[in-house]
């Protein structure tokens, strides 16, 4: 497990709000631009809203939702607070993709201010990033929980993502639980192979479904 993975395990069990992470787990203070390549996590909203509550955002929003999109270094490292760049005025209009106001405020200071470009042009990639990645129609109607392998869902995603070369798409997981699925882009955020990380090992997988369904 990499360290990024063990602190989003960390943040799952720990805390209440999935916006703030474990100072234990931070890397040190990066340069804007230093790094290698985009790793975006789409969170299981499931999972995701047991941490954050039942806010009406986290319940408007019943599938996969965005994290973040993190800068990332090959070596599994990556740099955090960049510099202390204020986030854009007009913040809320990203809330149709990641549904937390205070998620996107912190995702922007950890990781945005790493990227070099800016916060209107790093949430437009953010939103780039996450419509570029299909999700596969049998994550739009699960009213039950079911159990997959890691293997089967990421061949779910491969066959919905011809264009993304295998190995560019790992699924995270907490528990035995889906938690979120990742996807690694260039600085130019085309598909490419992740480095320096791994994907969930489980047997078996655990998928949540949203509680609208329940």
Known sequence: MSLRHLCLALVTTLLATAAFESSACAQEKGQPGHFDFYLMNLSWSPEFCS????SPECAAHPGFILHGLWTQNNDSTYPVFCSEEPAPANLAQNLDVTP??????????KHGTCSGVGPQRFFAMEHQAFHSLKIPPQFEHIDHEISLTPNAILNLFAQANPEFPRGSILLSCGRNHLTAIEACFSKDLKPIVCQGLRSCRANSVKITPPASAQ
């Open 51 to 54: 941490i954050q509550g039942t």
């Open 100 to 109: 937390d106001l205070a998620l996107l405020h912190h995702e922007w200071d």
